[in-house]
């Protein structure tokens, strides 16, 4: 049973983008209070944003590494110290389009004991957008998006930490995962919509941070099969997934992704030794399971 009044947490990770995170503060400043606390997690910035946020948010506690220590390491302090029931994870951004992000928290964890994490409905964009209706169902999904979601503390606290050496990318189907293995479960609540202001198609043309994040993703895909999936299915998983990239990307003229490809093959086997001492696969009938879930609700567009 939860108390009349559960302690909540925000938890923000930053990194040189002052301007980004001084804007999502501003969006949720009003629902801090007594039993909401906001938590920044400065990771060693060079652009002024500890300064800035003690100047304009005295009532925001700050954390800061001198030196950059990397965001899973972040958000890893971040969850394991706080004494609050649940901490919404965001950006620094994100931020949420909905006025009573709050109370959608705390009836939907009251009403769902076994949900361990709750997954936001995610807007990709810095434009405007009327229409929030909801053309989706709540349900329990695979895995979540890192930039805009809850946890119940209890949940978290039942599983490993991210693991760090990840760096970028798929610590959250880690997550999953090992939730999954608890018997928790991971319901996307497409009432509780948050806007990631990201331009994709910006992103997109950075031919450098498309090769990062490319490498970064299909990476640990593969490392999250070598530590979850049976040992039969791996062969197999891993095949099918860089056969798709070569007969999605490289044959059809991407040239782009042969580089980082290999490199993402390279960074598989120099993480072999870490694979195996994280090992913790599935069952038969857990991935059996596992595998009729619902695939996660990265993107969401409004009805024009």
Same mark, same amino acid.
């Given at each position: ?140 999904? #695979? =895995? ?7 946890? @119940?503390?209890?949940?978290?606290? %039942?599983?490993? +930490? /991210? ?41 997109? #043309? =950075? ?7 490319? @490498?970064?993703?299909?990476?640990? %895909?593969?490392? +999250? /099969? ?79």
């Amino acid at each position: 049973m939860l108390e009349k009044y559960p302690r909540i947490a925000i938890l923000i990770s930053t990194k040189n983008r002052c301007e980004d995170l001084l804007f999502t503060i501003g969006k949720i400043r009003h629902l801090i209070n007594e039993n909401l606390s906001c938590v920044i997690f400065d990771d060693g910035s060079s652009d002024d944003t500890s300064e800035k946020v003690k100047a304009q948010f005295p009532e925001v506690m700050l954390l800061k590494n001198k030196i950059s220590k990397g965001y899973i390491y972040c958000r890893n302090k971040m969850l394991n110290e706080t004494n609050a029931d649940f901490a919404i994870s965001l950006d620094d951004d994100a931020h949420f389009l909905i006025e009573n992000p709050i109370e959608i928290i705390k009836n939907h964890f009251q009403a769902n004991p076994n949900c361990g994490l709750m997954a936001a409905r995610i807007f990709w964009g810095k434009e405007k957008i009327r229409y929030t209706d909801i053309d989706e169902n709540q349900q329990v999904v #695979k =895995s979540y998006v890192g930039c805009g979601h809850v946890w @119940r503390i209890d949940a978290w606290r %039942d599983i490993p +930490n /991210y693991p760090e050496w990840f760096e970028f990318y798929g610590e959250e189907n880690f997550a999953s995962l090992q939730l999954f293995k608890k018997k928790w479960e991971v319901h996307y609540v497409p009432e509780l919509l948050v806007q990631h202001r990201v331009d994709m198609k910006e992103r997109a #043309k =950075s031919t450098k941070n498309s090769a990062f994040r490319y @490498r970064r993703s299909i990476r640990a %895909d593969w490392f +999250n /099969y070598f530590m979850f999936f049976p040992i039969s299915k791996i062969p197999r998983k891993l095949g099918y997934s860089i056969w798709m990239q070569c007969k999605n990307k490289i044959f059809k003229g991407n040239l782009k992704v042969v580089s980082p490809l290999l490199l993402a093959i390279f960074d598989l086997f120099t993480s072999i030794p870490k694979l195996i001492v994280n090992r913790n696969p599935l069952t038969s009938e857990e991935y059996d399971n596992y595998l009729k879930l619902n695939e996660a609700k990265i993107y969401w567009k409004p009805e024009k």
